[in-house]
């Protein structure tokens, strides 16, 4: 898929929720389906990932009602407050990592490190899309 489709994708996502889409990764699984980790922002400025499901990669998509990774809400954590910027890889047996972005605080401000969430083996799925991941303890990689 070249960059013009992602952006119809893009865009419809964005037309069918309440928050605006930043960024996204197209993952496709041939003549079966696409999945769209993306980076959703909330009117307070809140970030979270969220995925959509689509047939074909253009139309037709169905996105899950709830983010499947927000910012982890611990105190004085690099990613406390959002994350974003996803990268999602299909790994072998059906599981997934989510590379993402994160920053201590919600809204605006620098990106602080990058982190890696794995899928949760056995967890709840969305059409075949991971829906549970669990944060990778070794990290972050970030700057200061």
Same mark, same amino acid.
Do not use: K
């Given at each position: 898929?070249?960059?013009?489709?992602? /952006?119809?994708?893009?865009? #419809?996502?964005?037309? *069918?929720?309440?928050?605006?889409?930043?960024?996204?990764?197209?993952?496709? #699984? +041939?003549?079966?389906?696409? #999945? /769209?980790?993306? !980076?959703? %922002?909330?009117? @307070?400025?809140?970030?979270?990932?969220?995925?959509?499901?689509?047939? @074909?990669?253009?139309?037709?998509?169905?996105?899950? +009602?709830?983010?499947?990774?927000?910012?982890?809400?611990?105190?004085?954590?690099? @990613?406390?407050?959002? %994350?974003?910027?996803?990268?999602?890889?299909? /790994?072998?047996?059906?599981?997934?990592?989510?590379?993402?972005?994160?920053?201590?605080?919600?809204?605006?401000?620098?990106?602080?490190?990058?982190? /890696?969430?794995?899928? %949760?083996?056995?967890?709840?799925? #969305? !059409?075949?899309?991971?829906?549970?991941?669990?944060?990778?303890? !070794?990290? +972050?990689? *970030?700057?200061?």
């Amino acid at each position: 898929m070249g960059g013009g489709e992602c /952006m119809l994708c893009i865009a #419809f996502i964005a037309s *069918h929720v309440s928050s605006n889409v930043r960024l996204a990764t197209l993952i496709c #699984f +041939p003549c079966t389906q696409y #999945f /769209m980790f993306y !980076e959703g %922002v909330a009117s @307070d400025g809140g970030r979270s990932i969220g995925v959509a499901v689509s047939r @074909d990669g253009l139309r037709n998509w169905r996105r899950c +009602p709830e983010p499947v990774l927000q910012g982890s809400g611990e105190a004085g954590a690099w @990613d406390a407050g959002a %994350v974003g910027c996803p990268w999602a890889v299909s /790994m072998a047996g059906g599981r997934w990592r989510l590379y993402y972005s994160g920053r201590p605080q919600r809204g605006g401000g620098a990106w602080r490190g990058i982190g /890696m969430a794995r899928s %949760v083996e056995g967890g709840p799925s #969305f !059409e075949g899309a991971p829906l549970r991941f669990a944060r990778y303890e !070794e990290q +972050p990689q *970030h700057s200061s």
